[in-house]
């Protein structure tokens, strides 16, 4: 750190110090734009117009080299996602002297979108080694997500396009290390709901056996949040991984059964007189007398009443790998959402699918009065909700020639 010190103040801006985390700094001095311009106009005066041109081009690509060898960066952290969406942002990622020469060879009405791809393409080929430009990171990870593509990253990066396939990997596991299992951004004034469901992964296995089946978990954010933290550029293991982002598994083991001392009270024998059988003609006359039907977004206008509370978000959360109906499997779930919502003062709302959700309110049902699982709310899935409505009627009303209708 002293002799740093000491060569900042002695060569001042004639010098650029690199410092990677994990490598060795890199010390190289700076040409200076007065020493580029005396150098061009030292040349012969007798060249030819083709070689005056070639001189006058050699030397604004080394003043434009310059600027970005002076372009102060770190790969110690990756930039942000508000810094990779903004387009005053990357523009002014550029420096000067490449923002300028790029402006005067694109003829389009408005091209800082394509100025910035391509100047931070020229940026991140000129310095390989010490930029991460915003762009680049963004397009490869975009890329691998959407289309999961070692290949495609990869032709990419041979282009001049976007991030390697390494850099890629590297900000995922960077990301997931940092995720663990917070969720992201402020929630304190947001509603949280948490979901759980089995999800199936049909590896390539020779046999075709050993298909991951598990329990996956997702929350809800309303309206949505987003992280704004920075990510630093670290190296994890798998292990290490899966070490952060792990949901402690507890066997379950039921200590009663109180499921079976629920009982339904007995329905009313409704006798009233049916009046139902003019209602088909009725409906033909004050039909064409209604107003016209809204379509979906009508009908989102005219049952909601307040402020829109903006759109929602979803933050994905470990995986259990157990079978998602057995019993520790649930429990497990349920005790993980409970010390969620503990942790971050929420209500803790979870919802399930019909088969399990019935084996979640049984494993409530069956806890202790002190336990943090009575505080719960079990939510049934809404399309559960309708066929388990669906569901009552065809049985009640079986023995009615309706299922024959």
């Not at 001095?29 to 311009?37: G, P, S």
Request: glycine share 4%.
């Amino acid at each position: 750190m002293y002799l740093k010190k000491r060569l900042k103040q002695h060569f001042g801006d004639e010098i650029i110090i690199t410092d990677i985390p994990g490598r060795k700094s890199v010390v190289t001095l700076r040409e200076t734009v007065t020493c580029i311009l005396q150098d061009y106009y030292q040349r012969p005066s007798n060249l030819n117009p083709d070689d005056e041109k070639r001189a006058l081009i050699r030397a604004a690509a080394k003043l434009i080299k310059s600027d970005i060898r002076s372009v102060d960066t770190t790969k110690s952290i990756y930039p942000t996602p508000a810094n990779i969406a903004s387009v005053d942002n990357n523009l002014s990622y550029l420096p000067e002297s490449l923002l300028l020469f790029l402006s005067n060879i694109f003829s389009e009405k408005d091209p800082s979108v394509k100025i910035a791809s391509i100047g931070q393409a020229v940026m991140q080929a000129s310095r390989p080694r010490a930029l991460i430009t915003p762009l680049q990171l963004g397009l490869g990870v975009q890329v691998h997500h959407n289309f999961a593509s070692r290949f495609l990253v990869s032709t990419l990066n041979s282009l001049g396009f976007c991030s390697s396939y390494y850099e890629v990997q590297k900000f995922e596991s960077s990301a997931a290390a940092v995720q663990g299992v917070d969720l992201p951004g402020d929630i304190s004034n947001s509603f949280v709901q948490f979901v759980a469901d089995n999800v199936d992964h049909n590896t390539r296995t020779i046999d075709g056996l050993n298909t991951f089946h598990g329990m996956g978990i997702i929350a809800g954010i309303t309206p949505g949040t987003k992280r704004t933290q920075p990510i630093p550029r670290i190296a994890f293991s798998t292990d290490e991984i899966k070490a952060l982002a792990k949901i402690e598994i507890k066997y379950y083991k039921p200590q009663s059964d109180r499921m079976a001392e629920l009982s339904y009270a007995e329905l009313k024998n409704l006798n009233t007189l049916d009046k139902t059988f003019r209602l088909d003609l009725l409906s033909v006359i004050i039909w064409p007398l209604k107003y016209p039907i809204p379509m979906w977004s009508g009908f989102m206008q005219m049952v909601q009443t307040g402020d829109y509370p903006e759109k929602s978000s979803v933050s994905f959360l470990p995986m259990i790998d157990l079978n998602a109906s057995d019993m520790t499997c649930i429990y497990s779930t349920l005790n993980f959402v409970a010390n969620q919502a503990k942790r971050y003062d929420i209500t803790a709302i979870l919802t399930f699918d019909q088969p399990l959700y019935w084996k979640a309110l049984s494993i409530v049902e069956n806890e202790n009065p002190g336990s943090t699982l009575k505080s719960m709310v079990l939510r049934l899935g809404p399309f559960h909700t309708e066929m388990s409505f669906l569901g009552s009627i065809g049985n009640l009303m079986s023995n009615t020639g309706l299922k024959e209708n």
